[in-house]
């Protein structure tokens, strides 16, 4: 199971408050979490571009958006800065977003847990309860005109990979938006 220690809790105080989420679960908007190994590259691309979507679509107020990594790595980080510049070339705002560990209560909070590849989706597996399971997926299965399965880790390339990663991300994000239209979202109270 995943190990909190105080330093993961020093760097990350809002682990903290997702311990408790479950408790004064919001039943109004459907919780997404995308997950990545450090939640520095891929996962923090994936909430900003979707973040961005949701806000286009004036949808904020019924999607909740969070990223989170398998490994604590980089626990309380801002986003790899090639990231970051990648994004802004494309509108998209990363500077909020710090890095965390998957929590425990991460797989009962959320309703999508979206992993990168199939080595954190098999992570994500081995850790999740049994009655959560259905809520894991490989992000990229809502991006069907793609050829890939997988998000690539662009962290040891150039930039080119960054620009890569941006554009698998944009195409399953618009898929996973409208996915959450027409499945959940009329499921919602007003």
């Known amino acids: 199971m995943f190990n909190i220690s105080w330093l993961t809790l020093k760097k990350s105080p809002n682990l903290l408050k997702n311990k408790d989420k479950d408790k004064g679960k919001d039943k109004g908007k459907v919780k997404i979490l995308f997950v990545c190994m450090g939640n520095i590259c891929r996962s923090p691309t994936a909430h900003g571009v979707f973040e961005h979507l949701v806000k286009a679509e ?22 790899d800065q090639r990231a970051e510049e990648t994004a802004h070339k494309h509108n998209v705002d990363l500077s909020y977003i710090q890095a965390r560990k998957v929590h425990p209560n991460d797989f009962e909070y959320y309703d999508y847990i979206l992993a990168m590849d199939l080595d ?30 997988e998000v690539p880790d662009p962290y040891y390339g150039g930039r080119q990979g960054f620009e890569n990663v941006f554009n698998m991300v944009d195409a399953a994000s618009k898929g996973l938006l409208e996915n959450i239209k027409t499945v959940d979202l009329s499921r919602l109270p007003e």
Do not use: M, W
Not at 123 to 149: T, V
């Open 58 to 79: 004036n949808l904020e107020d019924k999607i909740e958006i969070d990223s989170a990594g398998t490994h604590a790595y980089h626990v309380g980080e801002s986003p």
């Open 120 to 149: 954190n989706l098999s992570i994500l597996e081995k850790d999740c309860p049994e009655d959560a399971k259905h809520k894991l997926h490989l992000f990229l299965n809502f991006a069907q005109e793609l050829q890939q399965r």
